[in-house]
């Protein structure tokens, strides 16, 4: 039994009744609500329904800090040993009735330990949303797919706009699901548009939003027009004619204070952004904390951090950290260390803290809710370009505004910049769609478990089963009704659009007719030609009927080549464009068509008897549109039947040709890739069976590791990579061609390339592995301490995998000697549960 239930005390919203009610039928639920809207005491309903049935939970998160959090958050009502938490880092508790785990953890247990699911009520997925994350999403439609029929799954997300597209995506894939969807944040939003005058301190606040759209004032602000261009390109606008500026960060943080606005949480896309931000206030000598506070803080920080030891203080920045801290300010972004930002997060959540300059990776599920959300620019650098926030992105950033039993209003200041106008503001602010799109896709590991476990035709039924599946044959029927539509605007002419080589044929034949070519289109149809080009591969034929007036031919609108009757005199120098060699032509085209007639009938009568002619294959603009995007709809629907089909079809050839499946059976090699769950998988196993991490001591091999899992995060030409040896050196090359054969091999099945191997951070795992200094080892690789701390710890991992799947015994000795050697001090600092 549970200790306390969820929600006791409280009156339930109508969106949680509804999502209640479902999971007391046992159907699955998708629940779509904002930011601090209470879905997650859906979510713990059902965790104590499996309790109280003697029956067991897992909480899923997609990052290892929601997870911590979820786990503290549980043990709350359920007791703590009920709960148990698992990430790949930490193992705690295990086997308890309730057990939080990241997705990829969940996935692996599928394939490796189903069994342990066997007495599981409920699977909660939390920010389900990032089931369309490139990398990471395809995780978590393997765990939906997977999952026992008798599980429910109770999907959360505060931005999914397609909620019910998902919901009927389980309902086929799990058994009944239902989608709820509340739209009413709990804290109301007031958006606001911040600028400064460049001539005075004077600030303005202009409301976003006036009574439901945008608010007219706000234009008034927007970088002239001429300076658009240079606007797009990044670059500040000319200063005269713009009497505007950005907001200083001390005057918006000074200004928060004065109207009691605090505590704010301002968004920063860029880590370096975050540190400068502190740091410009601190040395300003701006402190928002009282004497009470400070001491508060000063316990706090030294009961978190108090056993680290000098020499890592010092590397960490620590009194930097703490001074900021101290004043009520600090940085929250992945290059810290997990320890310092989890410290940031207890001192905010107990109002400790004012200001928090954050990257957007803070929007992502922790509970860190301010009175303020300040968003300092409205584009983020992508890695290849700056590009506007999406309407998702927005509303996950201020979805942190506004504290429920706190505040009346949520605030959200969005700074005046010459890059954004304000119509990009006011439509973010406007904005509630977002549509979850899958990101689902064959990876190596998931084939050899779908060869292992089931039969061809059931495997691409699974894979036929993804939600990326599901989506597009929904859009194949919403695209076939509209070709339908599109044939019959088209009428008789679209019958003959598909077939691409007639219409080939027709156009070679008319780019070979010249000026003076009298020509038979059908139903007495005559026409001279004008002239005749190749344009865009196309027959570009000018042509001139009796009544004078001019026409491009269009091949695609005739179902045959027009026949040549004859040749009409050219005038010399002949000019296409000259109106009166047009008149002359017109009239030996209308001669022509006279001496046709029969020899015995007056031309006048028969002029009168003869049928309007039909119209002609001109070049009608309107149908040419409507033809090519019927063939823009056509080939959509051609991709998107055999996407998935074809991807999975590749990936068994590749694994069939590199000796991992014969006869969709998995083969010793096969064996070895199904227990390694890696981006670089088929890397790994290819240079584990080869021998290239074979003979080597704990620290070359854990810095040879390293090369596969480090991701460098700038676009900067690396520098020459440091080997501790020639066998080390060799190693990596060999390591190196192995995964150029692999990107040959994908180009050659039409498979995504893998990303390239970097030794960038082979000096500093082997230093730390070889007994470091953490200090020496961030100033000579230029490192954050997150950075380090972060990788260490995806080295960790994969030599963890290395000691249980490699084919040589002291390869697997020295994988586990190399992960010992690594989990200490810093990188032994597991995340607090």
Request: proline share 5%.
């Amino acid at each position: 039994m549970v200790a306390h239930r969820p929600g006791e005390g409280f009156e339930l919203d109508p969106f949680q009744r509804e999502a209640i009610a479902h999971l007391d039928e046992r159907r699955s639920v998708v629940v779509a609500a904002p930011t601090g809207s209470g879905k997650t005491l859906v979510a713990e309903h059902a965790l104590a329904a499996a309790l109280d049935a003697g029956r067991r939970g897992v909480y899923t998160t997609p990052i290892k800090a929601l997870s911590n959090q979820k786990f503290r958050d549980l043990g709350e009502w359920a007791g703590a040993d009920n709960v148990g938490l698992l990430t790949g880092d930490n193992s705690i508790n295990g086997d308890a009735p309730l057990v939080v785990m990241t997705t990829e953890v969940l996935r692996n247990m599928l394939y490796s330990e189903p069994q342990r699911l066997s007495t599981t009520d409920v699977v909660v997925m939390d920010e389900v949303h990032y089931l369309q994350d490139t990398f990471r999403g395809p995780v978590w439609e393997e765990v939906i797919i997977h999952l026992p029929r008798h599980i429910q799954v109770v999907a959360l997300s505060a931005t999914v706009s397609n909620a019910d597209e998902l919901a009927a995506w389980i309902s086929e894939v799990q058994g009944p699901c239902h989608a709820i969807t509340e739209k009413t944040r709990p804290v109301r939003l007031m958006n606001s548009f911040i600028v400064s005058e460049k001539s005075s301190s004077r600030m303005h606040v202009v409301p976003t939003i006036r009574k439901g759209r945008p608010n007219p004032e706000g234009k008034r602000f927007d970088t002239p027009p001429g300076d658009r261009k240079r606007r797009s390109r990044h670059a500040p606008p000319p200063k005269q004619g713009r009497p505007y500026r950005t907001t200083r960060r001390a005057e918006v943080v000074t200004e928060l204070d004065r109207k009691g606005l605090l505590p704010a949480i301002t968004f920063i896309f860029s880590r370096a952004g975050c540190d400068d931000a502190v740091t410009q206030l601190r040395t300003s000598g701006i402190t928002l904390t009282t004497d009470d506070e400070r001491d508060q803080i000063d316990a706090i920080v030294n009961a978190r951090t108090g056993h680290l030891s000098v020499v890592d203080r010092n590397a960490l920045g620590h009194g930097t950290w703490a001074a900021g801290l101290r004043r009520g300010l600090a940085a929250h972004h992945a290059g810290m260390v997990p320890l310092f930002k989890e410290t940031v997060e207890e001192l905010f959540i107990e109002g400790l803290l004012k200001c928090v300059f954050a990257t957007e990776t803070l929007a992502l599920g922790i509970n860190m809710p301010a009175r303020t959300v300040v968003i300092e620019r409205l584009t983020k650098f992508t890695g290849e370009r700056h590009e506007l926030l999406t309407p998702s992105d927005f509303t996950q950033l201020t979805g942190r505004a506004g504290r429920r039993g706190l505040d009346e209003v949520g605030h959200a200041w969005v700074l005046w910049t010459p890059f954004t106008t304000f119509d990009d503001v006011s439509s973010l602010a406007r904005s509630t769609s977002f549509e979850l799109r899958s990101a689902f896709r064959p990876t190596y590991n998931m084939t050899c478990h779908l060869v292992d476990r089931f039969t061809r035709k059931q495997a691409l039924e699974l894979v036929k089963d993804s939600f990326g599946q599901f989506q597009a044959d929904r859009q194949i029927r919403e695209l076939d009704a509209r070709i339908e539509a599109l044939k019959g605007h088209l009428g008789d002419i679209a019958d003959g659009v598909a077939d691409t080589s007639s219409a080939q044929a027709i156009g070679k034949e008319l780019g070979a007719l010249t000026p003076g070519d009298i020509l038979d289109l059908g139903s007495g149809s005559r026409v001279v030609v004008l002239s005749s080009t190749w344009r865009r591969k196309e027959a570009q034929v000018r042509v001139i009927d009796p009544d004078g007036d001019v026409h491009v031919l269009d091949a695609e609108a005739m179902e045959k080549a027009p026949a040549v009757l004859g040749r009409a005199k050219l005038p010399e120098p002949f000019n296409p464009t000259s109106r009166s060699h047009q008149h002359d032509l017109v009239g030996q085209l209308r001669s022509s068509r006279r001496r046709s007639k029969s020899s015995g009938k007056n031309s006048k009568a028969t002029k009168r008897q003869d049928p309007p002619a039909p119209p002609g294959p001109w070049r009608d603009e309107g149908q040419r549109a409507r033809r090519r995007e019927l063939r823009r709809l056509e080939a959509r629907v051609r991709e998107r039947r055999g996407r998935l089909d074809d991807r999975f079809t590749s990936v068994v050839g590749l694994l069939t040709e590199t000796g991992y499946i014969d006869q969709w059976t998995l083969t010793e090699r096969g064996e070895v890739l199904l227990g390694t769950f890696h981006e670089l998988d088929l890397v790994v196993v290819e240079s584990l069976l080869a021998g290239h991490l074979d003979g080597h001591d704990a620290p070359t091999l854990a810095g040879l590791v390293s090369c596969v899992v480090h991701e460098p995060r700038g676009r900067d030409e690396p520098s020459e990579p440091w080997f501790n040896s020639s066998e080390a050196r060799t190693a990596h090359r060999a390591i190196q061609a192995v995964a150029e054969e692999i990107r040959r091999l994908e180009s050659a099945y039409g498979l995504p390339e893998s990303r390239q191997l970097d030794p960038g951070l082979y000096a500093a795992t082997h230093g730390w592995a070889s007994g470091g200094d953490l200090g020496d080892i961030l100033m000579d690789e230029e490192l954050s301490g997150g950075d380090f701390v972060r990788a260490m710890k995806q080295v960790i991992d994969l030599c963890g995998q290395i000691a249980r799947v490699a084919p040589n015994p002291a390869t697997r000795r020295t994988a586990h000697k190399a992960l010992e050697l690594i989990q200490r001090g810093i990188v032994d600092e597991r995340d607090t549960p």
